[in-house]
């Protein structure tokens, strides 16, 4: 359906430039296309990726978001593992650095993320960062032992469970 939808983007389907809010739960066989329609969300403010494959996928584009994108959230879905990043350095994309307006980032059940990108640091207007069920970020950036928890510390808002 999804490919149908941005093929044929200019019938009577609601053009992807007005689109707000985008949820994509268990998609696959994205890669191919997610480039060409990413460039097209120009208006997106959030976007929700949950319990498919192709998540990875999506958030290599993530250049292509517009930077106006205020809520980011990755995640399992229905109890199932994502498997992201297995084969790099098991942290989320530097490309997250490119979202200047990212007020919200959740990371829900991602039980291979190691880590968030440098490139958080430099996400001025993030406010709220809200991990939880993800073991290995939980220890690394918790308040009371995370080693990394100082990149993170000019978040107001940090939730870890």
Same mark, same amino acid.
């Given at each position: ?90 942290? $989320?994309? /530097?490309?997250? %650095?490119? &979202?200047? +307006? =990212?007020?919200?980032?959740? !990371?829900?059940? @991602?039980?291979?993320?190691? #880590? $968030?990108? /440098?490139?958080? %640091?430099? &996400?001025? +207007? =993030?406010?709220?960062?809200? !991990?939880?069920? @993800?073991?290995?970020?939980? #220890? ?14 000019? !978040? ?6």
């Amino acid at each position: 359906m999804l490919e149908t939808l941005v093929k044929h983007e200019s019938s009577a389907f609601c053009p992807l430039s007005a689109l707000k809010h985008l949820r994509l739960f268990n998609v696959t066989e994205i890669e191919a296309m997610a480039e060409d329609w990413m460039k097209n969300l120009t208006s997106l403010q959030s976007l929700n990726l949950k319990g498919s494959s192709n998540v990875e996928v999506v958030l290599r584009q993530l250049e292509h978001v517009p930077s106006q994108l205020q809520k980011l959230e990755i995640g399992s879905w229905g109890g199932n593992k994502l498997e992201l990043w297995k084969d790099k350095d098991d942290a $989320l994309p /530097e490309q997250i %650095g490119t &979202l200047q +307006s =990212l007020g919200l980032v959740k !990371i829900v059940g @991602c039980l291979e993320v190691e #880590s $968030l990108h /440098e490139a958080v %640091g430099c &996400l001025t +207007s =993030l406010h709220s960062l809200w !991990i939880n069920s @993800c073991p290995i970020l939980k #220890s690394k950036y918790s308040a009371e032992t995370g080693k990394d928890r100082p990149k993170i510390a000019h !978040i107001p808002n940090i939730t870890i469970s």
